[in-house]
């Protein structure tokens, strides 16, 4: 595996489940980062993990839950989630010092019915 | 807060023509960077942006920046349908301000026809 990889690519899920996404990064890179992509909105900052530490939430819903166990391992454990946090979720990595470049993985769709 | 606006939000060309796409961002930032995506698939890197006047180019696409102007563009030359994507600029706050945090344009979707 080379970049950054996510999965599941895609998942429907329903309003009560629980569910995690997972995004591992084989760049050696020690930020990571989730990002959340919706039609209506520009794309979203929603965690940031620098040395497997957070240092950004964003005000995000508590139904959103990340987890970074290590450098190269990142989570999104998602519960009781609504329908309008029907989107792409994108983990990116970098480097946490200049020039920051940040890589994206592939996504993952999420729908909420 | 750091604004990124981009303009046009969205723009159909024909190829072979010339085009710039504008990124213009609210607060001080020395580092800008270019994204593309193609439908139904992530974010590429396109150019990363580290100082005033910086250029890059690649292929048909060039981007500069002007921090005094708060202002980056992407210049696309005699456009070829392959460009068809949508493309980001982001923006990073001062380094001492939390380096990582990039901040999107709302994207210029970008359509090249024959």
């Known amino acids: 595996e080379t970049g950054v990889t996510q999965t599941p690519r895609h998942l429907v899920?329903?309003?009560t489940n629980?569910?995690?996404?997972?995004?591992?990064?084989?760049?050696?890179?020690n930020a990571m980062y989730w990002y959340k992509q919706s039609a209506k909105k520009p794309l979203e900052l929603m965690f940031v993990y620098s040395l497997?530490?957070?240092?950004?939430n964003n005000s995000v819903p508590s139904r959103f839950s990340p987890e970074c166990p290590n450098s190269s391992h990142?989570?999104?454990?998602?519960?009781?989630?609504?329908?309008e946090d029907s989107a792409l979720y994108l983990c990116a990595s970098s480097h946490d010092r200049g020039?920051?470049?940040?890589?994206?993985?592939?996504?993952?769709?999420?729908?909420?019915? | 807060e750091l604004k990124v606006e981009q303009n046009p939000l969205f723009l159909s060309m024909q190829?072979?023509?010339n085009y710039t796409i504008y990124c213009n961002y609210s607060t001080t930032s020395d580092r800008l960077y270019w994204y593309r995506q193609d439908p139904g698939?992530?974010?590429?890197?396109?150019?990363?942006?580290?100082?005033?006047?910086?250029?890059?180019?690649?292929?048909?696409?060039?981007?500069?920046?002007?921090?005094?102007?708060r202002l980056s563009t992407l210049h696309i030359t005699a456009a070829v349908h392959d460009l068809s994507a949508t493309y980001f600029c982001a923006v990073a706050p001062p380094v001492n301000n939390a380096g990582n945090m990039l901040t999107f344009g709302g994207g210029t979707r970008l359509m090249?026809?024959?």
């Open chain 1, 13 to 15: 899920m329903g309003m």
């Open chain 1, 18 to 29: 629980k569910k995690s996404l997972k995004c591992e990064q084989h760049l050696g890179h």
């Open chain 1, 52 to 56: 497997e530490e957070r240092v950004e």
């Open chain 1, 74 to 83: 990142l989570f999104l454990h998602l519960h009781t989630l609504q329908p």
């Open chain 1, 99 to 113: 020039p920051y470049e940040q890589y994206f993985g592939p996504g993952t769709r999420l729908t909420v019915t």
């Open chain 2, 15 to 17: 190829e072979g023509k």
């Open chain 2, 41 to 69: 698939k992530s974010l590429e890197s396109l150019f990363v942006l580290l100082s005033n006047g910086a250029v890059k180019q690649e292929g048909r696409l060039m981007a500069s920046l002007d921090t005094k102007a």
């Open chain 2, 112 to 114: 090249v026809k024959p």
